[in-house]
Antibody, heavy 116, light 108 residues
């Protein structure tokens, strides 16, 4: 069974940093591209980052470019999102999702709250 | 990037009724690479439809997708209580993948 479990969310002050993790199981993690999608409270889905197998392709939405860094550790079956210079607009639930052209499996998400 | 516009914003229906949700793209969606997702409160999105009309594994056949080019439709033939949720379309034919803003199907 495919499982994706996010962790690392929490309360952070504006300008602060946070590192999210996504632990994957039930499939050959190294063979798949992975994504981060976020959802601000009461809002829709925003696709923010993508990483290909062997980190051969990386994408960032303009809203996070230069502040967020996506990475993966295939030995640990894990996906990461390093988030720096956080602002109020980054408050959201962050989901990792497996990439099969469309996004076929999603984690339950981890909540990031940016507030002083 | 391709902008997806979903309509209506909210659909108020009763159980047993038919729901028709629209997703219109600002440009042609390559190869009809259009997916639909369902999201219930406090839950992650769940893939319903891919390739505009193919149901994902385990999705009941009351859910169907249709359309091509720039106009796509998700139809729920007879609403069950568990179908009241928010539905998002996504195009994955062009980078970046983009989502519509969602349609909420609520109980009338």
């Amino acid at each position: 069974e495919v499982q994706l479990v996010e962790s690392g969310g929490g309360l952070v002050q504006p300008g602060g940093s946070l590192r999210l993790s996504c632990a994957a199981s039930g499939f050959t993690f190294s063979s798949y591209s992975m994504n981060w999608v976020r959802q601000a409270p009461g809002k829709g889905l925003e696709y923010i980052s993508h990483i290909g197998p062997s980190s051969n392709a990386i994408y960032y939405a303009d809203s996070v470019k230069g502040r967020f860094t996506i990475s993966r550790d295939d030995g640990k079956n894990s996906l990461y999102l390093q988030m720096n210079s956080l602002g109020d607009e980054d408050t959201a639930v962050y989901y990792c999702a497996r990439h099969y052209t469309y996004f076929d499996y999603w984690g339950r998400g981890t909540l990031v709250t940016v507030s002083s | 990037e391709i902008v997806l516009t979903q309509s209506p914003g909210t659909l108020s229906l009763s159980p047993g009724e038919r729901a028709t949700l629209s997703c219109r793209a600002g440009q042609t969606v390559s190869s009809n690479y259009l997916a639909w997702y369902q999201q219930k409160p406090g839950q992650a999105p769940r893939l319903l439809i891919y390739g505009a009309s193919s149901r994902a594994t385990g999705i009941p056949d009351r859910f169907s997708g249709s359309g091509s080019g720039t106009d796509f439709t998700l139809t729920i033939s007879r609403l069950e209580p568990e179908d009241f949720a928010v539905y998002y379309c996504q195009q994955y034919g062009s980078s970046p993948r983009t989502f519509g803003q969602g349609t909420k199907v609520e109980i009338k």
